[in-house]
């Protein structure tokens, strides 16, 4: 007795130790664990004290190297769950306890809870956010963990009548980049806190920014019979590198790489694969870099509704007549004797989502009636009606029959509002077949008028081939000639001489002087002679002188020289003439057809 009042005065004397748990503090039933006393440098021995217990769990001598005295558990049960303390002896007397360590034990119930967020697990900086833990088993409290540690204060368990389920609320104010992780919950009673059930399926919180939201699109449609094929697509004009699609109340969403059209939208196709009844429900889809953790902002939701789920159909109506005119005011009804709580207006081919409106009961009747005020013309079209339950507002009835609406009249704007995703990215895509439908007609038209210029060529080629055979040298030129006819009686074969000279010469007629660039005139020996200038002018005569347009083709012909008329007194002597033969048409005539 004189001892114990001894060490207890003597308790205190050494610092306190600090106690830790490895890997953790939170212990799957039938793993391992080690407890660790970090003591003083001058204790001697150190003791592992657990809550309860009448006698020490074990002494260690604290190791020199470390001075930590270690406690090891090599398969915990649930006899180890509680609190445990630690404290060291030296010659100088007892240290001080140290911190409590709370052990817990998991996997000693076997009902698993079941975590989700709300709204999802992905949540914008500075917002709120709440997580969901709820289980059949009636536990009396429910804990949320992150990377099994102890995160979140416990909760008293709130029981659902109409679920007949427990469930717990854990609220997260200002949601920083700390609450990115992983999170699970447990359940327990008030009388084990130290024994926890198994864990729920971990939940990936993710945390978004404010970087522009990307768009969910279906091409199926958001009423889809069992069987039928689903893709949602999540797109962008942002370029993100990946995408997240997320069903709300599933605790974790899917990931695709994102591509990337010549459009400039970044999208990621996810294929749902037959819709079953699990398929339908609201779905949102994000956006992210590669080199971020940080995902965008979400998406507007999307509903998929599945039909048939309901063994029976709603019957559609349409008041005042389904054929009506522009402007007038047309009310659709859907009535049920089956309970329903919420009925859906759909139309076919409509690319906005499906309108929806709570039934209103009434002689045991349920009933809802769609105002369409200031119909247009983009407004007719095949209807439809579903119902659904507000226990799976995603189930719907079979679709009613059809009621085809008429609006007559001129087509006005549809004053119908269609999402903004929808047009974002539709419009990106029409853009994108814009700019490629362009492209090609731009490369058509480039390639014909390639071919056009090509055969061209070829064809004038040709024509200069046929008009100019090898060694002919013939040469077409057009010459405004001052020309003097001879009589017919003196010139019975309508020939006209023109007087072709070398060079450049006084005239004492009218004459036109015509260029022959680059052409050959051959003479009787055969050489060429480049860029010559060649007047012509008409034999002297009683006549008077006639303009005459002819075209001279030049060929090598066997030809003569000419002398030249003597030249006046005091004048050089002209050079060579050369005289060509000229046929002399009539107007009208071609005198392409008659040889020179």
Known sequence: MTFTFTALLCLGTLHKPTIKAEPGSVVTSGSAVSIWCQRSLDAEICFLHKEGSKKHLGTRSPEKRENKSKFSIPSVTKQHGGQYRCYCYSSAGWSERSDNLELVVTGIYHNKPILTALPSPVVTLGENMTLNCVSKKGYDKFTLTKKDQKFLSSQNSQFIPSITQWQAFFSIDHVTPDHRGTFRCYGYYNQTPHLWSVPSEPLEIYISGLSKKPSLLTHQGQILDPGKGLTLQCCSDINYDRFALYKLGEADFTQNGGQWTQSGLSLANFTLG??????????????????????????????????????????????????????????????????????????????????????????WDFQAEFSMSAVTSDLSGTYRCYGSQDSSPYLLTQASGPVELTVSGEVLSSVATFPSHDVTCVSGLEGYLKALAGVSMGFLLFLFILIFLLLRRRHQGKLRKDEIPRGTGRHCLSLTTSLLQRPAEEDPQGETYAQVKGSRVRRAGAVLPSVMSGEVLDTKDGQAEDDREMDSQAAESEEPQDVTYVQLCIRSLRQGTAASPPSQAGEAPEESTVYAALAVTQPGSDPSNKEQ
């Open 274 to 363: 037959p819709v079953r009844s699990s398929t339908g429900g609201q779905y949102r889809c994000y956006g992210a870099h590669n080199l971020s953790s940080e995902w965008s902002a979400s998406s507007d939701p999307l509903d998929i509704l599945i039909t048939g789920q309901l063994p029976f159909s709603p019957s559609l109506s349409v008041k005042p007549n389904s054929t009506v005119q522009s402007g007038d005011n047309v009310t659709l009804m859907c009535q049920s004797t089956y309970k329903v709580d919420t009925f859906i207006l759909s139309k076919e081919g409509a690319a906005h989502q499906p309108q929806r409106l709570k039934s209103k009961s009434e002689a």
